[in-house]
């Protein structure tokens, strides 16, 4: 049996100025970020339908992205 997409991340639901983290799930090729971009903080803009916009910081710049919640996890300071 293959594993698939977690019902948990879908279920999640982000708030705008929320932190989150992005880690791509490889079970999901849908909606994916760039890999460049995976294990960043970024912060939750607004939501698009079934995913959301994030703004990530990549050196001097802030992105924003479209990201589906399969690919993003709560942020959890240490």
């Known amino acids: 049996m293959r594993g698939g997409p977690v019902p948990?991340?879908?279920?999640?639901?982000?708030?705008?100025?929320?932190?989150?983290?992005?880690?791509?799930?490889?079970?999901v090729q849908r909606g994916s970020p760039h890999r460049r971009y995976h294990g960043l903080i970024c912060k939750i803009v607004e939501r698009r339908g079934r995913g959301y916009t994030v703004e990530v910081k990549?050196?001097?710049?802030?992105?924003?992205?479209?990201?589906?919640?399969?690919?993003?996890?709560?942020?959890?300071?240490?």
């Open 8 to 27: 948990e991340n879908h279920l999640r639901e982000y708030s705008p100025d929320e932190r989150a983290v992005i880690a791509i799930n490889p079970a």
């Open 58 to 78: 990549l050196g001097h710049k802030t992105k924003r992205i479209s990201v589906l919640p399969d690919h993003l996890r709560p942020y959890q300071r240490v």
